[in-house]
């Protein structure tokens, strides 16, 4: 028999970017597949992104976080993920579900990422470095910064990064 490995690397419709995501219907899939376990990493962003391009080009349930050509990511809203992952808990006891996060650039926003790892008491923390700095003061995204070098190739943007090139 085949034993799939864990997927430690989910977003759900906790994560701000992951609006059509959902904890409970990953969680009946994983057990359909007969996954083991599974870890929801929700986004936790604290890095606003400078939009370099036209903000009407983000895709639709992005625009209402556009703030004076910045991309400025709600905080993770850490009592519904935990009431939720709670639920799926009880509703999957043969699902081993894990708790967790990805913290967007921790370094740089030690303080709210500490207090948020405190609050949360994640099982698994994955740190992203998805922005990088451009001018003093302004951060883009780190697919416009390093786009695809493949000839006639151009990155697009990540789902839920909001830098465009002009």
Request: with cysteine; aromatic share 8%.
């Amino acid at each position: 028999m085949c034993v799939l490995p864990s997927d430690r690397h989910v977003h759900t419709e906790w994560s701000w970017d992951a609006p059509e995501g959902s904890m409970e219907r990953t969680c009946e899939r994983a057990v359909e597949l007969g996954l083991r376990s599974v870890a929801f990493t929700d986004h936790a962003e604290f890095t606003a992104t400078t939009l370099l391009g036209d903000p009407s080009r983000l895709p639709g349930q992005f625009r209402r976080w556009v703030r004076d050509g910045m991309l400025v990511p709600p905080p993770m809203p850490l009592e519904g993920y935990l009431e939720c992952l709670e639920r799926c808990r009880n509703r999957f006891p043969e699902l081993r579900i894990l708790s967790g996060v990805e913290l967007s650039e921790p370094q740089w926003h030690t303080g709210p990422a500490a207090s948020l790892l405190r609050q949360g008491q994640f099982d698994v923390v994955i740190c992203g470095q998805h922005t990088l700095p451009h001018e003093p003061g302004t951060w883009i995204d780190v697919v416009v910064a390093h786009p695809d070098p493949r000839p006639g190739r151009r990155g697009p943007p990540l789902p839920g990064r909001a830098a465009w090139p002009g």
